[in-house]
T-cell receptor, first 110, second 116 residues
């Protein structure tokens, strides 16, 4: 597996606004997963998008995947204070090793 | 189904001691991975086990070791603790079987290890 690089490193928005974070990777993938981590706790899986998919939705989350640009984006619509967390992407090329990047720290102000 | 459980949740040790952390995966999951998370290095992969076999290992010294039992429960051990081993240790389980795609990982709450 390879490391995804999230961008921006930090994002601060008002409640109700949309938050977009991006992930870039270097080689072909089988799937890409997004995870959320609330401060000092375990990671929670958000969405898995396969290499043959271009877009996926789950509630207020929308993930896109552009394999030609080797990038993915996570959109959180109508953000809430409870969305404050770090978000990580994990591109998978096979094997049994997940390499996480530094993540995007999202702060949603009430 | 019950989630991934990790014990203990908090641990304080002194330099030179050793520590064993435990992880119980979700019922039916045979893959268990371990990660170390520190403010400076972020989330780093330690190792992954499947059916009692270590299938992959990160770049950590030999002081870090692990094992998996026949019931899929896993333990990791750190010997001769150093101050830099202070971290949140996370365990994740998955139903991943083959090498072609890594399935969703379900994380436990972590064990916070402090080395004094």
């Amino acid at each position: 597996s390879q490391q995804g690089e999230e961008d921006p490193q930090a994002l601060s928005i008002q409640e109700g606004e949309n938050a977009t974070m991006n992930c870039s990777y270097k080689t072909s993938i089988n799937n890409l997963q997004w995870y959320r981590q609330n401060s000092g706790r375990g990671l929670v899986h958000l969405i898995l998008i396969r290499s043959n998919e271009r877009e996926k939705h789950s509630g207020r989350l929308r993930v896109t995947l552009d394999t030609s640009k080797k990038s993915s984006s996570l959109l959180i619509t109508a953000s809430r204070a409870a969305d404050t967390a770090s978000y990580f992407c994990a591109p998978h090329t096979g094997g049994f090793k997940t390499i996480f990047g530094a993540g995007t720290r999202l702060f949603v102000k009430a | 189904k019950a989630g991934v459980t990790q014990t203990p949740r908090y641990l304080i040790k002194t330099r030179g001691q050793q520590v064993t952390l435990s992880c119980s995966p979700i019922s039916g999951h045979r893959s268990v991975s371990w990660y170390q998370q520190t403010p400076g290095q972020g989330l780093q992969f330690l190792f992954e086990y499947f059916s009692e076999t270590q299938r992959n290992k990160g770049n950590f010294p030999g002081r870090f070791s692990g094992r998996q039992f026949s019931n899929s429960r896993s333990e990791m051990n750190v010997s001769t603790l150093e101050l830099g081993d202070s971290a949140l240790y996370l365990c994740a389980s998955s139903s991943t079987r083959d090498t072609k795609s890594t399935d969703t990982q379900y994380f436990g709450p972590g064990t916070r290890l402090t080395v004094l």
